[in-house]
């Protein structure tokens, strides 16, 4: 489905994605981890298409079409969703348009008519039963005044409703109380299928429990250094990271 | 006839003293502010001789008064005497079919959504027989002859009800208020005329026959809205629809007055031609425009959605004077490409348990100038007089400006005056995220400049709030890259 190779990509000239090479495959749900600044975070941002990511080299081809020729909603419309670490506040944009007006650019991509406002909503309220989603956060302004946690949630429910064919999670754990994790991991395995991927960007191996890995990938400095099975992840919770970067300083010295 | 004939022949005698001919025949008169040109237009109209001495007072006042100094924008020149002043109004059939109009003018009506019919009266294509717009206008005329309600041109009402007008007619906005004004009561074209009636509602938009009226706005307008005791008359000016005028000036005077427990809604959407990239033409629209909430608990709401224009300079106000009286001011004002607005509302308040609220959203891009300027004045009888003011700027692009003057103005200590503000740029963040879910960059600007403007456009009637929207996203096509 996504197969990244040799990316380099910078931002105002700094070099922050140094040669990865990643290959998902459909049904698979891949972990990416490492320490703060090791460009997790710039690689979701170049995968979907910030403006302020520079490519340098290397190819990103996504269900065989080349991604990074695409424009960030181009890049939705085939497929590919965001959950953001951030999701921003649209005030006076109702959540409910909003979604709809997304939906049927996706569907008028694919060649498909808009939807008719019934069958909208009945998946509208098919998908909130799903994702256990507040219905009064439909009807207010997209994310303003949403706390954190509701923020994250919305996206989650985003992608339950455009049904995306690879998801990145960029962080979505960060500000969940235990409870929302639960929820939202929950949602997420829901929408979990052989048809879809998921990357899942992260700190800690507690979302990790919830939702189980097939790959754990260590990013630091740019790179993919270590990859693993889920057991990674609980070796890295357990020793940190140091003794990674003492290896890999051993192996080839930074520049 | 013969009486008309006469002062126009002394007219055409006198007039040649001045180096140019009329006769009776002539639909435009020539370029030139004068006595005489007054006096033509006057007779013309077949005004009587009341109104053509307030008229000539109006012209005194516009040679006394100086050019205000005060905007936030550099004032153009304007040559007085390379105007002219009088037009006999046409019927401006000029198109056989749509097929002959400007595609580029079919394209935006088509994104506006305006009705077929109405796009061949806008564009000026003959309309069809089934949509007569003169049977329209006398069924319509009919439903607000039954109720009593007095709805016609200025220039019907000087003939028909110069005793109302006599008694309302700058009562609101003087004739010294300022030189613009001053300059509309020497030589106002037309304008509209509306009296409500004791205890009527007004069971209609005033909009809808507005619009098939409206072909010849004019430059010089004049508006007088009377809403009697009880009543209520929701008014709208205006049109989406791209006005494209050969006329530079335009200074129009509104007045309305609300009597005891009345309400008035006046809404306009202004959407004259903004000029080019380079700031080359576009209409000025200098216009005064006020309301007086003359009784006890009577209400006067001001919306505007105003897109158009190269420079828009005005300050719809409420005198609140009744007792318990409601002043609002809605405002959505875009200035794109070169476009300047200095514009916002004056709230004045007299009467006891008077209450003033502004909502104003200026949006700017590309290289626009928007500047709001209000004052809230409360005076010393005013007790427990409440003002509450928000005033936000959105910015798009870096090479746009906002800029906001509220003065407040208070001798009574009683008062609550509030008023909050904000600046915000369009985030790129925001587009990005639409972005992320599949709307395009347009599209999502759209979305974010409509959310923003939503507490105005709410207070528009129904249809026109759908056109406004549209309207908006046509204003800012290309502000973003």
Request: glycine share 8%; proline share 4%.
């Amino acid at each position: 489905m996504l197969n990244i190779k040799n990316l380099h990509a910078a931002v105002e000239g700094n070099a922050i994605l140094k040669g990865i090479n990643l290959n998902v495959k459909a049904g698979e749900v891949h972990a990416i981890m490492g320490p703060n600044g090791s460009g997790k975070s710039s690689l979701a941002s170049v995968l979907a298409g910030r403006e302020a990511y520079e490519v340098t080299d290397g190819s990103v081809e996504f269900e065989g079409k080349d991604l990074l020729d695409m424009s960030p909603e181009v890049r939705a419309r085939e497929g590919l969703f965001l959950a953001f670490q951030y999701p921003v506040e649209i005030p006076g944009v109702s959540n409910i348009n909003f979604l709809k007006t997304a939906v049927n650019e996706i569907r008028a991509y694919h060649g498909q008519p808009p939807m008719q406002a019934k069958a909208f909503l009945d998946m509208l309220k098919s998908k909130q039963k799903l994702m256990e989603f507040d219905a009064n956060l439909m009807n207010r302004s997209l994310n303003e005044g949403f706390s954190g946690g509701e923020k994250k949630r919305n996206d989650i429910f985003q992608m339950a409703m455009l049904e995306p064919k690879l998801a990145i999670m960029d962080e979505t754990d960060s500000g969940l109380d235990i409870d929302a994790l639960r929820v939202v991991s929950a949602g997420v395995n829901k929408l979990r299928s052989k048809d879809n991927a998921f990357i899942i960007i992260t700190h800690y191996q507690r979302l990790l429990e919830y939702i189980v890995p097939d790959f754990v990938h260590v990013l630091y400095n740019g790179r993919i250094v270590k990859s693993g099975t889920k057991e990674l992840a609980l070796e890295l919770e357990e020793k940190g990271y140091d003794w990674l970067k003492e290896d890999i300083r051993l192996e080839e010295p930074v520049q | 006839m013969s009486a008309e004939q006469d002062i126009l022949q002394e007219l055409a005698g006198r007039d040649y003293e001045f180096g140019f001919e009329t006769d009776i025949e002539m639909d435009i008169a020539p370029p030139g502010l004068n006595e005489d040109i007054i006096r033509f237009i006057s007779a013309k109209k077949n005004e009587p001789e009341w109104l053509l001495e307030w008229r000539l007072k109006g012209f005194q006042l516009f040679q006394k008064l100086a050019m205000p100094t005060w905007q936030n924008f550099k004032l153009p020149e304007v040559d007085f005497q390379s105007v002219s002043y009088y037009a006999a109004p046409k019927n401006k059939v000029k198109y056989e079919s749509l097929d002959e109009v400007d595609p580029e003018l079919l394209r935006t009506f088509e994104k506006l959504g305006i009705p077929l019919e109405e796009q061949k009266m806008l564009s000026g294509v003959a309309v069809d027989a089934v949509f007569d717009s003169v049977s329209v206008a006398t069924t319509f005329k009919k439903q607000l002859n039954e109720l009593g309600i007095i709805f016609c041109s200025f220039t019907e009402a000087v003939q028909e009800h110069p005793e109302l007008l006599r008694k309302y007619l700058g009562t609101v906005v003087p004739q010294s208020d300022n030189i613009y004004a001053a300059l509309n009561c020497a030589v106002f074209s037309d304008g509209s005329f509306v009296y409500i009636p004791k205890g009527v509602r007004c069971p209609m938009e005033l909009s809808t026959y507005f619009r098939i009226n409206a072909k010849n706005t004019g430059q010089f307008e004049r508006t007088l809205i009377v809403a009697d005791e009880g009543s209520y008359v929701s008014y709208l000016e205006g049109c989406t629809a791209p006005m494209r005028d050969e006329n530079q000036l335009h200074a129009a005077v509104v007045e309305l007055i609300a009597m005891d427990n009345a309400e008035i809604k006046y809404s306009t959407v202004q959407n004259w031609y903004p000029g080019d990239a380079d700031g080359k033409g576009g209409i000025y629209n200098f216009v005064t425009k006020r309301g007086i909430c003359k009784g006890k608990n009577s209400k006067i709401s001001w919306t505007q959605v105003e897109t158009g224009s190269a420079i828009t300079w005005k300050y719809p106000g409420v005198i609140l004077q009744g007792d318990n009286s409601i002043g609002e001011f809605y405002s959505v004002a875009v200035t794109s490409k070169r476009q300047v607005a200095d514009t916002g509302t004056k709230m004045v308040h007299i009467g006891k348990n008077t209450r003033s609220r502004i909502i104003s959203k200026g949006i700017s891009a590309i290289h626009g100038q928007n500047t709001y300027r209000g004052l809230v004045k409360v005076g010393p009888n005013a007790t427990n007089a409440r003002n509450f003011t928000q005033c936000d700027s959105l910015l798009i692009g870096d090479r746009c400006g906002a800029h906001t003057f509220p003065y407040i103005e208070s001798k009574n200590n009683t008062a609550m005056v509030e008023h909050e503000a904000t600046t915000s740029k369009i985030g790129e963040d925001q587009v990005f995220y639409l972005n992320q879910r599949g709307i395009d960059s347009e599209q999502a600007v759209n979305m974010i400049v409509n959310g923003y403007a939503k507490e105005v456009l709410n207070q528009l009637p129904m249809e026109f709030a759908v056109e406004a929207q549209k309207l908006l996203s046509i204003t800012l096509e290309g502000s973003v890259g």
